[in-house]
T-cell receptor, first 114, second 110 residues
């Protein structure tokens, strides 16, 4: 079964509003989670590394103030897209690593900003 | 760009045929991984090959790695319609960060 749960699976919001996406590791603790963004028919681009109890590490070109990441517990990381615009419409995927295992991915969140 | 290249970008074959996808990367690696993504879903880990390995098998999957050429290939034998998906290679670049290739969209025609 799924070991990483992502919620919601899809969301439609109006331009200017904020959207929060949750990523949970279901039966293991994840000190590090990763957030990716994927445009249609393209690859996954790493946005940031979410570290439990500390600030996220953002990749070059990713706006920290726009994509807020909070890793408040060992099983939950959240990505908030603030003041969303149509160009933020994308597929957002989180992942987490279980000890000595490959990364497990959530099923992604399809964000559409109208 | 940190991302690798994959070819072909799209591949369409008949059920039962073998499918081969290639991946090239740019940096030194500890391992290379292949993932599968069904449309609109997350990624599923298929296989990991370490830098000191040259070939690895898992069921109908065969992965090769040539570190001198910085390339890898994924072979799916006896393809099935259910194998239709996008396939991505990924290299681990420090602190558990995965960098993905562009992907190959595989279509298996019944």
């Amino acid at each position: 079964g799924a070991v990483v749960s992502q919620h919601p699976s899809w969301v439609i919001c109006k331009s200017g509003t904020s959207v929060k996406i949750e990523c949970r590791s279901l039966d293991f603790q994840a000190t590090t989670m990763f957030w990716y963004r994927q445009f249609p028919k393209q690859s996954l681009m790493l946005m940031a590394t979410s570290n439990e109890g500390s600030k996220a590490t953002y990749e070059q070109g990713v706006e920290k103030d726009k994509f807020l990441i909070n890793h408040a517990s060992l099983t939950l990381s959240t990505l908030t897209v603030t003041s969303a615009h149509p160009e933020d419409s994308s597929f957002y995927i989180c992942s987490a690593r279980r000890a000595l295992m490959p990364l497990h991915f959530g099923n992604g969140t399809r964000l559409t900003v109208t | 760009s940190q991302q690798g290249e994959e070819d072909p970008q799209a591949l369409s074959i008949q059920e039962g045929e073998n499918a081969t996808m290639n991946c090239s990367y740019k940096t030194s690696i500890n391992n290379l991984q292949w993932y599968r993504q069904n449309s609109g879903r997350g990624l599923v880990h298929l296989i990991l090959i370490r830098s000191n390995e040259r070939e690895k098998h898992s069921g109908r999957l065969r992965v090769t790695l040539d570190t001198s050429k910085k390339s890898s290939s994924l072979l799916i034998t006896a393809s099935r319609a259910a194998d239709t998906a996008s396939y991505f290679c990924a290299t681990e670049q420090g602190a558990q960060k995965l960098v993905f290739g562009q992907g190959t969209r595989l279509t298996i025609n019944p």
